[in-house]
């Protein structure tokens, strides 16, 4: 049995109003694939990159190409999805265990499957996220922690960042400091399938910093798709970096599951985008367990501030 480490890069509509939502919600189409083979010891046993050109948004991101390096010229030098995506699964092997680092790419990755009327429950019916590895094993705060971040506290120096296999690379350099087998034994929540929907609602707004979005009480108001009253949800939750989670439901007893996300803005300010997709009992278990989770934290950060103020006043601690 073989991990495979992948990540993907991928290209978004160089404004909002040219996302795709038919035949499916794209958030991003996938211009790159990068993955890294590894074994039960860990062992760097194979590499695979491929450049893909899209069908939808063909023009580069200006955003994403000052990320990634990737201009028009190179996005047309790769391969169509379909033929892609299948030599990838073919290097993969029958018997494997894929992985990343967070669920971002995943998602895109189903909806770019439904893009080309491929069935996602078909590939990767099981992947696990990383950073619940690491933060079980290593960080012990309950928060998702950055690539980047995860590097510096293991000691490696990584390649240079939003190449999809570098990035591939860098999450294997991580994975020599974790216990994958324990990890996959001890994996609380897969990742969710209701990731990957197309939101019933998106909304966008912009601020100077992310703080002024998180208490902006209109962001968790909406109206009701089914009967059209006013709907609030409930105070967010932290599930990931830049990332925040809701639920509410409606008098007419319909169920909403929130998403909000932090995005950088050419001035230095932040971009909001909050969706609304159909709830029910796995998002509110999702969420229930995010907020004590968050709680815990709180905590934690508390009584370390109480030590730190008895120390300072000369007490015994």
């Given at each position: 049995?073989?991990y495979?480490?992948f990540?993907?890069e991928?290209n978004?509509?160089v404004?909002?109003?040219?996302?795709?939502?038919?035949?499916?919600f794209?958030?991003?189409?996938?211009?790159?694939?990068?993955?890294v083979?590894?074994n039960?010891?860990c062992?760097?046993?194979?590499?695979?990159?491929?450049?893909?050109?899209?069908?939808?948004?063909?023009?580069m991101?200006?955003?994403?190409?000052?990320?990634t390096?990737?201009?028009?010229k190179?996005?047309?030098?790769?391969?169509?999805?379909?033929?892609?995506f299948?030599?990838?699964?073919?290097?993969?092997?029958?018997d494997?265990?894929f992985?990343?680092?967070?669920?971002n790419?995943?998602r895109?990755?189903?909806q770019?499957?439904r893009?080309?009327?491929?069935d996602?429950?078909?590939?990767?019916?099981?992947?696990?996220?990383?950073?619940?590895?690491f933060?079980?094993?290593?960080?012990?705060?309950?928060?998702?922690?950055g690539?980047?971040?995860a590097?510096?506290?293991?000691?490696?120096?990584?390649?240079?960042?939003?190449?999809?296999?570098?990035?591939?690379?860098?999450?294997?350099?991580?994975?020599?400091?974790?216990?994958?087998e324990e990890?996959?034994?001890?994996?609380?929540?897969?990742?969710?399938?209701?990731?990957?929907?197309?939101?019933?609602?998106?909304?966008?707004h912009?601020?100077?910093?992310?703080r002024d979005?998180?208490?902006?009480?209109?962001?968790?108001?909406?109206?009701?798709?089914?009967?059209?009253?006013?709907?609030?949800s409930?105070?967010?939750a932290?599930?990931?970096?830049?990332?925040?989670?809701?639920?509410?439901?409606c008098s007419?007893?319909e169920?909403?599951?929130?998403?909000l996300?932090?995005?950088?803005?050419?001035?230095g300010?932040?971009?909001?985008?909050?969706?609304?997709f159909?709830?029910g009992e796995?998002?509110?278990?999702?969420?229930e367990?995010?907020?004590q989770?968050?709680?815990?934290?709180?905590?934690?950060?508390r009584?370390?501030?109480?030590?730190?103020?008895?120390?300072?006043?000369?007490?015994?601690?």
């Amino acid at each position: 049995m073989d991990y495979i480490i992948f990540d993907l890069e991928w290209n978004q509509p160089v404004y909002s109003g040219m996302r795709i939502t038919s035949p499916v919600f794209l958030e991003g189409e996938v211009i790159e694939i990068g993955a890294v083979k590894t074994n039960q010891a860990c062992d760097l046993l194979d590499t695979f990159k491929i450049m893909i050109t899209p069908k939808y948004y063909k023009k580069m991101n200006s955003n994403v190409s000052k990320l990634t390096g990737i201009g028009n010229k190179e996005l047309m030098k790769g391969i169509v999805f379909p033929d892609a995506f299948s030599a990838f699964m073919k290097w993969c092997g029958s018997d494997a265990v894929f992985m990343s680092w967070s669920n971002n790419d995943l998602r895109v990755l189903r909806q770019n499957l439904r893009l080309f009327h491929m069935d996602p429950d078909q590939y990767m019916k099981e992947v696990f996220d990383l950073q619940q590895f690491f933060d079980h094993q290593i960080l012990h705060e309950g928060r998702s922690c950055g690539l980047s971040e995860a590097l510096e506290k293991v000691g490696e120096t990584g390649m240079e960042a939003h190449d999809a296999l570098h990035d591939a690379i860098n999450t294997f350099y991580v994975c020599k400091h974790l216990d994958l087998e324990e990890g996959i034994k001890t994996y609380e929540t897969p990742i969710e399938d209701f990731d990957d929907g197309e939101p019933l609602i998106v909304y966008e707004h912009n601020y100077s910093v992310a703080r002024d979005a998180y208490h902006d009480s209109k962001l968790r108001l909406f109206i009701c798709p089914a009967c059209g009253e006013k709907v609030e949800s409930q105070p967010w939750a932290v599930y990931g970096d830049g990332k925040r989670a809701s639920v509410a439901q409606c008098s007419c007893g319909e169920e909403y599951f929130l998403k909000l996300r932090y995005l950088n803005v050419k001035n230095g300010g932040k971009k909001a985008v909050r969706n609304v997709f159909r709830g029910g009992e796995k998002m509110n278990k999702f969420y229930e367990n995010k907020v004590q989770k968050q709680a815990e934290r709180h905590e934690k950060r508390r009584k370390k501030d109480e030590r730190a103020q008895r120390r300072d006043k000369g007490e015994k601690v």
